[in-house]
């Protein structure tokens, strides 16, 4: 079974434009850890943000924000007012301490494109 | 601040060669970890060290071996190349002590990519 579910495949905005990309994740694990990762064209996958399974608060980063809800098993991830520099594929990632931490279970990667 | 290194960033190998790709951690991270991610793909766990042991272990190939060695780098040896392996492949690695940054995230290298023809 799928462990990190992101249902959009490719979302395409315009500049400034608003938009969330979902995470759903599935874990019998208490404690864990949520994660998000962007890949640029380049290729490299770049650190966005980490979330332990027993903090609930949102939380924002500059135009970025998360929102993580334990009652739906959610991550959603948001980019307000969306630059063309945002345009990557965003992964969502799950890391178990059943597993001791050892793995991260990616989900599929949801493709942003901003266009000018 | 140091960054985990990857060689080389790119290697073509022809079908049933083999490719050595290595990976230095950051300093004082204890555990390394590979993934592989093919065309279009997420990135998918092949296995992990910890201490230059192996910790873990994921969908690896048995054509594939790893190591990891007493100053903490580790190598990717892939042999009998197929060219469903062409790839990326990432290694990773963290710390299980605070002193080496966050606990147990995983700081990626620049990946390497493999095409094999």
């Known amino acids: 079974a799928q462990k990190v579910t992101q249902a959009q495949t490719e979302i395409s905005v315009v500049e400034k434009e608003d938009v969330t990309l979902d995470c759903v994740y599935e874990?019998?694990?208490?404690?864990?850890?949520l994660f998000w990762y962007k890949q640029p064209p380049s290729g490299e996958l770049v650190f966005l943000i980490r979330?332990?399974?027993?903090?609930?608060q949102n939380e924002i980063s500059g135009r970025y924000s998360w929102n993580f809800q334990k009652s739906t098993s959610s991550f959603n991830f948001t980019i307000t007012a969306s630059q063309v520099v945002d345009s990557a594929v965003y992964f969502c990632?799950?890391?178990?301490?059943?597993?001791?931490?050892?793995?991260?279970?990616f989900g599929k990667g949801t493709m942003l494109l901003v266009s000018p | 601040a140091a960054g985990v290194i990857q060689s080389p960033r790119h290697l073509i190998k022809e079908k049933r060669e083999t490719a050595t790709l290595k990976c230095y951690p950051i300093p004082r991270h204890d555990t390394v970890y590979w993934y592989q991610q093919g065309p279009g793909q997420d990135p998918q766990f092949l296995i992990s060290f910890y201490e230059k042991m192996q910790s873990d272990k994921g969908s690896i190939p048995d054509r594939f071996s790893a190591q990891q060695f007493s100053d903490y780098h580790s190598e990717l040896n892939m042999s009998s190349l197929e060219l469903g392996d062409s790839a990326l492949y990432f290694c990773?690695?963290?710390?299980?002590?605070?002193?080496?940054?966050?606990?147990?995230?995983?700081?990626f290298g620049p990946g390497t990519r493999l095409t094999v023809t």
């Open positions: 874990t019998r694990d208490t404690t864990y850890y």
């Open positions: 979330r332990n399974s027993f903090d609930e």
């Open positions: 990773a690695s963290s710390s299980r002590f605070k002193s080496g940054g966050a606990l147990y995230e995983q700081y």
């Open positions: 990632a799950l890391s178990e301490a059943g597993s001791g931490y050892s793995t991260l279970t």
